[in-house]
């Protein structure tokens, strides 16, 4: 029985029935018998239905947030404003897969010749908890959209979520098998993707996920994606607009509790205005709203289990060890972690080098733009990194020199429907979102046409 407990009540909320192998089986081939009628659904039926997906998700807002928030402890708007992030990209891919899609023309000596982009069948998404539904649709609108079937395995603490994202599907009138909710553990995956009828699978997860699921698919010669990852670092230079990047920084950092992959989890500080910074940046996480998650005004709550609270507690107390000091925060109660900031942060401390799933934050000083580029590029990570410069002469010659697979500008890193999304390194590869993200799940085929 998989069971998902609510963080910040303790309390169990839902439990369903793990799949056995012959159900698993069945799923699968239903959803690849669905796949051989939905490849051929022209793509305006497709488009109809996926914006029918974006006003479900619309007209039951408050329901699929309000599970978001029960099950993984993000604070209520914040959980409605990834509900509307979803509906937005099921509207993104309506209006734009057709495009996406269309014939490549190559000009050759052939009398015609292109590229096109063709579904190649059901695909595997592992997913994680800490964006139950965007994570989801954000891999589920394209894959649709491009004639594919998704099947899911969603975090074992997130149950309900994926249950909710199945029936917006089934809501918004697709077809039975067009996306089909598996509640399994872990240990299912390896054997799901040896499955015949498992063409691709993509994953969102930690790096020991990604490796195990890279060599899986490896092994069976099948396509995969991998959004692992990430200590992305808030570069900021001494020519910022102080009161704005302040403002950003504790955005980037505290945001959904501070879990997330792409979240600012190292602070790369100027040297000539370490304190003016640190003063505002440490007032302004003070300030922050703590509190029950479903209450409004809340900003930060619960992590969403307390063995990640735990985890985080083990880096911190390493990190204070080799010499880092506690500016605010600091403290443990459960699954609770206080907004905690650090000073005298080094480059080899655990806090700096590892990823921090959660509300800490360390503080490094740098000297000059090679240091700064150097400390960044130090990561085995390489998701993303925001530079704030008001000079930004100075920031587009300084983007290439970063190794990420994103750089923004007076801006926290963050997806957006219209823009690829994806690491390097350790983060993963292949991307999300945009053309490239509808792309990666097609056979790309070379046609070339002679007559004689």
């Keep these: 029985m998989l069971k998902s407990i609510n963080p910040y009540s303790s309390k169990q909320i839902y439990e369903v029935e793990e799949l056995n192998k012959s159900e698993i089986e069945k799923a699968i081939k239903n959803a690849d018998d669905r796949y051989h009628i939905w490849r051929e659904t022209p793509i305006s039926e497709r488009k109809k239905l996926m914006k029918a997906a974006a006003a479900e998700l619309r007209k039951n807002s408050k329901e699929y947030a309000t599970t978001i928030t029960a099950e993984m402890g993000k604070p209520i708007t914040q959980s409605l404003a990834e509900v509307e992030k979803c509906a937005l990209v099921c509207e993104f891919y309506a209006e734009n897969a057709e495009a996406q899609l269309a014939n490549k023309l190559i000009e050759t000596e052939a009398h015609e010749s292109y590229v096109s982009y063709e579904p190649i069948g059901v695909v595997l998404a592992v997913m994680p908890w800490n964006y139950p539904f965007w994570q989801v649709f954000r891999f589920a609108a394209p894959a649709l959209m491009a004639g594919n079937v998704g099947v899911l395995k969603h975090a074992s603490n997130v149950m309900q979520c994926a249950n909710n994202i199945e029936q917006v599907f089934k809501r918004a009138g697709f077809a039975e098998g067009c996306f089909t909710n598996l509640p399994i553990k872990s240990g299912q995956i390896a054997d799901i993707i040896k499955n015949k009828y498992i063409k691709a699978v993509t994953l969102t997860g930690s790096e020991t996920a990604g490796k195990a699921v890279a060599a899986a698919a490896g092994a069976e010669i099948k396509k995969s994606v991998l959004e692992l990852g990430g200590n992305n670092a808030l570069v900021v230079f001494n020519d910022c607009n102080l009161e704005q990047t302040v403002k950003t920084c504790v955005q980037a950092r505290f945001q959904n509790t501070g879990q997330s992959c792409i979240a600012g989890k190292r602070l790369l500080l100027h040297a000539s205005i370490e304190k003016v910074f640190i003063e ?150 292949g991307r999300e979102l945009s053309i490239d993200g509808i792309q990666e799940f097609v056979n790309k085929k070379t046609v070339y046409i002679n007559k004689f």
């Design 280 to 429: 505002k940046f440490v007032a302004a996480v003070s300030n922050l709203k703590v509190g029950n998650p479903m209450e409004s005004d809340t900003f930060i709550s619960t992590m969403a289990r307390v063995d990640l609270a735990e985890e985080l507690e083990k880096q911190l107390d390493q990190s204070l060890k080799q010499g880092a000091k506690i500016l605010v925060g600091g403290k443990r109660d459960g699954a609770f972690f206080e907004p905690t900031v650090l000073g005298n942060v080094t480059k080899d401390m655990c806090v700096f080098t590892e990823e921090t799933f959660g509300p800490v934050i360390g503080i490094t000083i740098f000297e000059s733009d090679e240091e700064a580029i150097a400390l960044v590029n130090q990561s085995k990570f390489g998701l993303g990194v925001s530079i704030f410069t008001e000079d930004l002469a100075k920031a587009k010659r300084l983007v290439s020199k970063f190794e990420d697979g994103a750089v923004f500008v007076n801006e926290l890193v963050k997806s957006d429907p219209r823009l690829p999304f994806g690491g390097t390194k350790t983060s993963g590869y």
